[in-house]
Each structure stands twice: as structure tokens, then as C-alpha cells.
């Protein structure tokens, strides 16, 4: 079996909302990471809060700044197992935010 990350995506531009909107989006990635654990796929996760640093180099000096205004950003991610890419997308199928305009990202992990 080989690990995958599932990258949740989403439109940063609906942020911040309705405290009662979050906890049902928090609530159903709760439920959905407690599914994968009793399938025993689910290796770990967890949400990815939007405030963070940019480090690049710029002239040969690096350069820390806040994370630029982006639409979209990474709000959460997935550590799963699987046999191969084409089962990690169909795990990943299964989010249950698509609803919310969630986007998901499945990159196998590793070399």
C-alpha cells in the first residue's frame, strides 16, 4: 500500500463565515476522517489555517512575508492509504465538502 495526500481546497473568498456554516464543515471532515480510521486507510489530517508565512528568495535575499491574497488555498489535508493513485481518487470522491465548492488534490507521497 502506498500514501497519498489529499490536499482540501477551498475558496478562501467565503471566509470568515457563519460560526453555525464552519462547525457543519468541521463536523462533516470530523466524520469523514472517522470513516476512513475504522477502514484503517486514514493516516493522519488535519485543517490548515489560512495565516501563514511566504518564504522565497528575491535578489539573493530571502524574503519573509505574510501568504499573498490567493483565491484559493489549501484549508486542509489527508494522509491515506491506498494501492494506487486511481483508489486514492476514489477515496477521494468521498469528501464531503464538494458541496461547499471544495476542491480535493491527490498527489502520491514519496518518491
Same mark, same amino acid.
Not at 47 to 70: F, H, K, T, W
Given at each position: 500500500? $502506498?500514501?497519498?495526500?489529499?490536499?482540501? *481546497? +477551498?475558496? &478562501?473568498?467565503?471566509?470568515?463565515? =457563519?460560526?453555525? =456554516? %464552519?462547525?457543519?464543515?468541521?463536523?462533516? /471532515?470530523?466524520?469523514?476522517? /472517522?470513516? %476512513?480510521? +475504522? *477502514?484503517?486507510?486514514?493516516?493522519?489530517?488535519? #485543517?490548515? $489555517?489560512?495565516?501563514?508565512?511566504?518564504?522565497?528568495?528575491?535578489? #539573493?535575499? &530571502?524574503?519573509?512575508?505574510?501568504? *499573498?491574497? @490567493? *483565491?484559493?488555498? @489549501?484549508? #486542509?489535508?489527508?494522509?491515506?492509504?491506498?494501492?494506487? &493513485?486511481?483508489?486514492?481518487?476514489?477515496?477521494?470522491?468521498?469528501?464531503?465538502?464538494?458541496?461547499?465548492?471544495?476542491?480535493?488534490? @491527490?498527489?502520491? &507521497?514519496?518518491?
Amino acid at each position: 500500500m $502506498a500514501q497519498f495526500i489529499l490536499l482540501i *481546497r +477551498e475558496d &478562501l473568498s467565503k471566509y470568515p463565515m =457563519q460560526k453555525d =456554516q %464552519l462547525d457543519k464543515i468541521i463536523q462533516a /471532515h470530523m466524520k469523514w476522517a /472517522h470513516e %476512513l480510521s +475504522e *477502514r484503517g486507510i486514514f493516516k493522519s489530517g488535519n #485543517g490548515i $489555517a489560512s495565516d501563514g508565512r511566504l518564504i522565497e528568495m528575491i535578489n #539573493g535575499d &530571502l524574503i519573509v512575508e505574510p501568504i *499573498r491574497d @490567493v *483565491r484559493e488555498g @489549501v484549508g #486542509g489535508y489527508y494522509i491515506v492509504e491506498a494501492r494506487d &493513485l486511481q483508489a486514492a481518487v476514489e477515496i477521494a470522491k468521498e469528501c464531503p465538502t464538494y458541496i461547499d465548492g471544495d476542491l480535493v488534490e @491527490v498527489r502520491p &507521497l514519496g518518491s
